[in-house]
């Protein structure tokens, strides 16, 4: 007998059971990693509903079906990478269609938009979602998407899905959050209004940095569909063992997720302390502007955050970016080990920077990625880092 996960059913229950069905053929728990192209049929159209990997794959459709589960969603899409996953969601437009984005979100994102999508003639608006106002005042006939991301990267700023997607939906426009720096144990935009959620699944739902992958999930089954032509069509989809370490990653997310948000806690204290830090970014202080709204509509305000030093010389960041020892100097986020990022030279890079001024992503910038070890380690790997 399998567990209804579609009933009042607890995170930690969810999370590790979600897409698991034994296998068939042989009862192993964990589902079979089917390293296969293709499948036999008994006569041409007959077939046991798969017929081509790109179309069809079991381990990839067992971690589609987790991926829906875990986000509050009907379906589930993985593709090799997050920005395949963006990808996908753009080709739902044709050109003169627009998209207003936020103007704080992942670099990679910013460049897909810019660099490849504006050429096919699609128009971007990059306004500050923080005030949902700003996103009225950008729309127009035209406009088919919204795209945001809460907390944002790197600079954590919160942005109300609720009062979003009540813009979205009046205006009748498709809004899609990435949700990845949240999680799926800390934040549901489906049960917040919006249409599509999407992931880097790289990051905390694989949680071990050993995967490059994404995820969109939706409830609408014509989107659905139109986003499993586009992922079957431009085929950036994820090989089957890859699949097989977001499905096992799932499984420990609420127990990683809680270790990140108690690490998260301790650190962004320790750093608010520190006479050398001039600011801290992270979205659980209380004097935070998108604090009220992060308590409503996140369960934990996670493992991210990012500082900057009282020198803002880009001299006294590297200081620190290079003498941390637990911390390790490298983009992504989202491992059970800590990272420490230098946005502006790394995963901002892309960004000019004169735009990323703008909105505040400085040349001294520091990101933390705030992994599960001890959190005093943490804070003594920081503490002999800024005293170089
Ligand atoms: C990493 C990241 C992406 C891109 O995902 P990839 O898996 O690297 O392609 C998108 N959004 C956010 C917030 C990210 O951190």
Redo the contacts with the bound molecule.
């Keep these: 007998m399998s567990i209804d996960l579609s009933k009042n059913i607890k995170i930690a229950t969810k999370f590790i059971h979600a897409g698991a069905e034994p296998d068939p053929s042989t009862g192993a728990i964990m589902t079979p990693i089917f390293q296969t192209s293709t499948y036999v049929q008994s006569a041409p159209g007959q077939h046991k509903g798969y017929e081509y990997a790109r179309s069809q794959n079991p381990t990839r459709f067992a971690l589609e079906s987790a991926l829906a589960t875990i986000e509050n969603g009907k379906y589930g899409l993985a593709f090799g ?4 996953a ?1 990808d996908a969601v753009i080709k739902l437009l044709v050109p003169g269609d627009e998209v207003i984005a936020g103007n704080d979100m ?1 670099g ?2 910013y460049r897909l938009f810019t660099k490849i999508f504006e050429k096919f003639g699609i128009k971007f608006h990059y306004v500050d979602t923080t005030n949902p106002d700003n996103i009225t005042k950008a729309l127009n006939a035209k406009t088919k998407l919204i795209w945001i ?1 809460t907390p944002t ?1 790197p600079l954590m700023n919160i942005t109300d899905i609720e009062a979003v997607a009540a813009i979205s939906k009046k205006a009748g426009t498709i809004l899609c959050v ?1 949700n ?2 949240a999680s799926p144990y800390l934040q549901n935009p489906l049960d917040l209004g919006a249409d599509i959620v999407m992931h ?4 905390y739902l694989g949680g071990h940095s050993d995967v ?3 995820a969109l999930i939706m409830n609408d089954t014509a989107l659905r569909d139109q986003l499993y032509f586009i992922q079957k069509s431009c085929g950036a989809v994820p090989g089957p063992f890859d699949c097989f370490l977001v499905l096992r990653g799932i499984k420990t997310l609420h127990v990683r997720m809680k270790a990140h948000c108690e690490n998260g806690i301790v650190v962004a204290n320790y750093l608010r302390n520190h006479p050398k830090v001039d600011k801290v970014y992270w979205c659980g202080f209380e004097d935070h502007p998108g604090y009220a709204i992060a308590k409503k509509q996140m369960r934990g305000f996670g493992g991210m955050l990012s500082f900057t030093l009282k020198d803002p010389s880009i001299e006294a960041a590297t200081k620190v970016l290079s003498g941390t020892k637990i911390f390790s100097l490298a983009e ?2 989202g491992g059970v080990e800590s990272l420490i990022n230098h946005p502006a030279s790394m995963t901002h890079a892309s960004i000019p920077r004169e735009e990323r001024l703008k909105y505040g992503l400085t040349d001294g910038l520091i990101r933390l990625s705030i992994g599960i070890e001890d959190a005093d380690d943490l804070v003594e790997d920081l503490k002999q880092a800024m005293e170089r």
Excluded: C, H, P
């Excluded at 990478?81 to 395949?84: K, L």
């Design positions: 990478s997050g920005v395949a963006t992942y990679g994102t991301e990267n990435d990845t720096f880097s699944s790289t990051k490059i992958q994404g992504s986020l």
